[in-house]
């Protein structure tokens, strides 16, 4: 089945289904532009093995070895939340200790995009994130931390930017105290960087 032509065909009827006239000419090539964007971009993380990006590097002598806190912040994250399928963004901050294994700089980035490119809740994607690096890592310990912004709580429901943050944990990161020295050092204040001017009618 060509799923592009599938979805093509779907959003074609959706548009229907609205009241919208598909022959006009702002609208005659939206069901294809559409089909190509959620097959291509905004889902293809379901294409996509995380695995397959992971490139870690072996720390075999001493002289490199490293065992205190790494700490990767401001990862992109842009997903599509689940229940009204309208985008969520914001950022991602990965924290671990390594065992006799690093991660490539920049594979932490792709495997947050890949598990990004789904449909998703911030809630299981932050789990996911640092499920994934702790069994394929094995790290001592790991903490993922997402910031983000949801773009259904503008356009529907209350009508404000509302923002989330989630963490999750695991091994020695559990510890309250390294826990505390991680969100020390992240120092989280990206939000005001990363909130929109939005007028909501409310002012």
Not at 47 to 63: A, G, Q
Not at 139 to 166: D, F, N, Q, S, W
Not at 174 to 179: F, M, S
Not at 190 to 196: A, F, H, N, T, V
């Amino acid at each position: 089945m060509d799923v592009v032509k599938r979805i093509e065909d779907l959003v074609r009827e959706f548009l229907l289904l609205i009241g919208e006239d598909v022959s006009r000419e702002g609208l005659n090539e939206t069901p294809s532009r559409v089909a190509r964007m959620w097959v291509d971009e905004l889902t293809v993380g379901y294409r996509l093995d995380p695995k397959e990006v992971l490139k870690s590097f072996t720390i075999d002598n001493d002289y490199e070895r490293y065992d205190e806190l790494v700490i990767v912040r401001d990862i992109p994250v842009r997903s599509i939340c689940e229940h009204h399928l309208l985008p969520f963004f914001g950022y991602a901050h990965i924290a671990y200790i390594p065992t006799d294994k690093v991660l490539g700089f920049s594979k932490l980035a792709r495997v947050v995009d890949i598990l990004s490119r789904r449909l998703q809740v911030q809630e299981r994607l932050t789990n996911q994130v640092a499920d994934f690096i702790y069994e394929n890592l094995s790290p001592k310990g790991v903490m993922v931390i997402i910031e983000a912004y949801h773009t259904c709580t503008i356009v529907r429901g209350v009508k404000e930017l509302m923002y989330m943050i989630t963490r999750a944990c695991r091994g020695t990161l559990n510890n309250d105290n390294l826990r505390t020295e991680v969100l020390t050092l992240l120092n989280l204040s990206k939000g005001k960087d990363l909130k929109p001017t939005v007028n909501t009618g409310n002012q």
